[in-house]
């Protein structure tokens, strides 16, 4: 039996969300207490509402999120086979905040873990920036992204699907996004503001279903690893 590691961040109101983006929104719509005069046997219910930006919890980004070209996916109309297959993480945590993060970064990464990518793998990458800054302001500054090398690397490698525990693959300092810029010629595409501190160094099978919110342009998600 594998066993389960939840790569998810929690959902709360006051979350940090990419600038820009809709917040997390959550209240009690309906108590015990009011429903309980609607029942004659005792029983009551309650839920609880909530509003969330697409791009916002642990998500992975539509291809149309990417890509203003007309027939882009919405990340109903995308392929679950992408959402799900063998995957690993790389621990880039070393590279300084507010810079990029490099192909040579990523092949010392690569060796230090003594794994191999092979073709159609899954790729995350662990910066710490959720186990350092979770909560914070700083989350959403203080972390290294992706440059244009490393974007490079991960169509070299034939990697299907990346990620990881930042709010943006790509460095917040940048004005180009060639991470995002790399997807939308591609097409591959990513997840943003996951929880990868038990898989580090790891293989392991991902999955990672997004909702299926008809014409959204990403997916919020509860992603999964399950390592033997």
Same mark, same amino acid.
């Given at each position: 039996? +594998?066993? =389960?590691?939840? =790569? ?26 009011? $429903? ?12 609880? #509402? ?7 919890? $642990?998500?992975? *980004? ?6 203003? #070209?007309?027939?882009?996916? $919405?990340? *109903? ?7 799900? #297959? ?26 230090? %873990?003594? =794994? ?14 959720? *186990?350092?800054?979770?909560?914070? +302001? ?35 300092? %940048?004005? %180009? ?19 990868? $501190? ?19 342009? #990403? ?7 399950? =390592?033997?």
């Amino acid at each position: 039996m +594998p066993r =389960l590691v939840d =790569l998810s961040q929690d959902i709360y109101e006051g979350m940090m969300v990419y600038p820009g983006h809709l917040k997390t929104v959550t209240f009690q719509h309906a108590t015990h207490e009011e $429903t309980a005069p609607r029942f004659d046997s005792g029983f009551s219910f309650q839920t609880l #509402g909530f509003m969330l930006n697409d791009n916002g919890p $642990t998500h992975v *980004d539509s291809f149309s999120h990417l890509d203003p #070209g007309e027939g882009a996916q $919405t990340i *109903d109309q995308m392929p679950l086979e992408l959402f799900y #297959g063998p995957a690993l993480c790389l621990d880039v945590s070393m590279v300084a905040p507010r810079t990029d993060i490099t192909a040579t970064h990523l092949d010392a990464a690569l060796e230090a %873990s003594a =794994l191999d990518v092979v073709d159609g793998d899954m790729c995350f990458f662990y910066t710490a920036t959720y *186990d350092r800054h979770r909560g914070t +302001p700083e989350y959403l500054s203080e972390f290294a992204g992706l440059g244009e090398s490393a974007a490079e690397w991960i169509v070299d490698r034939g990697i299907k699907i990346f990620g990881v525990d930042s709010p943006t693959p790509d460095n917040p300092d %940048s004005r %180009s996004y060639p991470a995002h810029m790399m997807c939308r010629r591609e097409h591959i595409t990513h997840y943003e503001n996951l929880v990868l $501190t038990e898989v580090v160094g790891q293989r392991f099978t991902f999955v990672g279903f997004p909702l299926k919110v008809l014409g959204a342009h #990403g997916g919020p998600t509860r992603a999964v690893a399950l =390592l033997d």
